[in-house]
């Protein structure tokens, strides 16, 4: 596996500025840059697990109740087709793909973050140009953020 | 406007995410029975609460009026719209009215997908179907839509999301 990671930090997407946070302001993970540093390297981990064929990453940073709509999907999947699709991936280990960080908001427990991915060979070793953006929403939970759902989309042609 | 606003859940998309149930407060109890009132509703759920303020959203969005989504905006809020390079405030929501750009003639259904809860934070997924645009010409567009709603001192508000136009799909 071999996944580049790029962090693009669009400047436009950085005017939102962090929130009040009542009564949590006594712990940094939920301040505005923490957040987004944790939730980031969360991500980056994700992906490289994926690209070794492994969903552990992924699994392990569930927030309970966690629903995600992927493009291929009428209806959003659950944890459970996250677990047997981590039975399925386990061969799926030769996908290259980069990400670039879009923006990220937060308002006490919720955290949003949106990126791009650029996948450039997938998990069977094919080589592909497939380019998506993403949103996770991130709860923080029992003293961590978890991903509690998303959307993610064919990048859109933009004139 | 001629919105019409339809709620169809579809249950393999609820049956797939159910959210852990969420504790319900003690309703108080009077410390006089009071007779005529043993009709007391249920609390609405968060579910209902945050699908009803969407169904608010786009029906004032349709005629017009960005008001009601601006006034349900969490400090923070950014959205991500297919047709942006990168994600919007509230600022520029309400400069385009919401991508309407002041046009009060849109035709829109609405179908709830599914929703799922952890605390204070809500995802909320559903379809729209737009017949008219809002300068009122006819059109055919379908959208699968993201919102993530945060509860900010005892209301939901909505912090961001996105949208996609519906991907073409065989089975799955």
């Known amino acids: 596996m071999k996944t580049t990671f790029a962090s693009l930090f669009i400047a436009s997407t950085m005017a939102f500025a962090p929130m009040s946070f009542a009564d949590e302001t006594t712990n940094t993970d939920l301040e505005f840059e923490t957040a987004k540093d944790i939730i980031w390297e969360k991500e980056l981990s994700i992906y490289a697990g994926r690209g070794d064929g492994d969903l552990g990453p992924y699994i392990s940073n569930l927030a309970e109740g966690y629903s995600a709509w992927s493009p291929h999907m009428s209806t959003p999947n659950?944890?459970?087709a996250m677990y047997a699709a981590a039975d399925r991936m386990t061969d799926q280990t030769e996908e290259e793909l980069a990400m670039e960080f879009v923006g990220f908001t937060l308002n006490g427990t919720?955290?949003?973050i949106y990126y791009q991915t650029h996948m450039t060979r997938n998990g069977a070793g094919e080589e592909?140009?497939?380019?998506y953006e993403v949103t996770h929403t991130w709860?923080?939970?029992?003293?961590?953020?978890?991903?509690?759902?998303?959307m993610a989309r064919s990048r859109p042609d933009r004139d | 406007m001629k919105h019409l606003l339809s709620a169809l859940i579809l249950s393999a998309?609820?049956?797939a995410c159910q959210p852990?149930?969420?504790p319900v407060a003690e309703p108080e109890i009077p410390s006089e029975p009071v007779a005529e009132e043993a009709t007391a509703e249920a609390p609405a759920t968060a579910e209902e609460i945050i699908w009803a303020k969407e169904l608010a959203i786009y029906e004032a969005r349709g005629e017009g009026d960005i008001s009601v989504y601006l006034e349900n905006t969490?400090?923070?809020?950014s959205a991500w719209p297919p047709f942006t390079d990168t994600p919007y405030g509230r600022d520029v929501l309400e400069a385009i009215g919401g991508g309407t750009n002041g046009g009060d003639q849109e035709e829109l259904?609405?179908?709830?997908v599914s929703f799922t809860q952890n605390g204070d934070s809500a995802i909320i997924y559903y379809q729209t179907h737009m017949t008219r645009s809002a300068d009122g010409t006819p059109v055919d567009y379908r959208y699968e839509v993201t919102h993530t709603w945060a509860n900010v001192d005892g209301e939901w508000q909505v912090l961001g999301g996105m949208a996609r136009a519906m991907p073409e799909r065989g089975e799955n």
Do not use: C, N
């Open chain 1, 139 to 150: 709860a923080y939970e029992d003293g961590a953020w978890k991903v509690l759902g998303g």
């Open chain 1, 78 to 80: 659950s944890a459970e």
């Open chain 2, 109 to 112: 259904t609405m179908e709830l």
């Open chain 2, 74 to 77: 969490a400090d923070g809020f």
């Open chain 2, 20 to 22: 852990e149930p969420q």
């Open chain 1, 128 to 131: 592909v140009d497939h380019r």
């Open chain 1, 110 to 112: 919720t955290a949003i």
């Open chain 2, 13 to 15: 998309g609820l049956a």
